[in-house]
C-alpha cells in the first residue's frame, strides 16, 4: 500500500504564494506520476498539475505561467509552488500517486490540504 501525505496549505491573501508538499512512502512501484488536484465546493475534482515519471510536466491553463511542480524521487515527494494566488484558487489541495505497473495503473490520492486565499 502507498500513504501520501500533503501539508503546505493554509490561509494566503490574494497575490501571495505557497508551497505544497507530498510525501509518499509504503510499496511504490518503480514507474509512477505525481500530482496535484483540486475541488472548490461545489465543484468537481480538476487536475491542476502532474509530473510524469518520464519527466514530462503538465498544468491546468488556470495556474500555467504561475505554478512549479517539481519532485524529489529519493524522497518520494512532490511539490507544488503557486504565485499570485487569487481567490478562484481556493479548494482543497489532494495529492496524486498513480503507479505504472505492467499489470495495470493504479491511483493513491492523500486526504487533501485546504488553501484559503482571501484579504
Known amino acids: 500500500q502507498v500513504q501520501l501525505v500533503e501539508s503546505g496549505g493554509g490561509l494566503v491573501q490574494p497575490g501571495g504564494s505557497l508551497r505544497l508538499s507530498c510525501a509518499a512512502s509504503?510499496?511504490?512501484?518503480?514507474?509512477?506520476?505525481m500530482g496535484w488536484y483540486r475541488q472548490a465546493p461545489g465543484k468537481e475534482r480538476e487536475l491542476v498539475a502532474v509530473?510524469?515519471?518520464?519527466?514530462?510536466?503538465d498544468y491546468a491553463e488556470s495556474v500555467k505561467g504561475r505554478s512549479t511542480i517539481s519532485r524529489d524521487n529519493a524522497k518520494n515527494t512532490v511539490y507544488l509552488d503557486i504565485n499570485r494566488l487569487q481567490p478562484e484558487d481556493t479548494a482543497v489541495y489532494y495529492c496524486?500517486?498513480?503507479?505504472?505497473?505492467?499489470?495495470?495503473?493504479?491511483?493513491?490520492w492523500g486526504r487533501g490540504t485546504q488553501v484559503t486565499v482571501s484579504s
Open positions: 509504503g510499496s511504490i512501484y518503480e514507474l509512477y506520476d
Open positions: 509530473f510524469d515519471h518520464g519527466g514530462y510536466r
Open positions: 496524486n500517486l498513480k503507479e505504472r505497473t505492467s499489470w495495470g495503473t493504479f491511483d493513491y
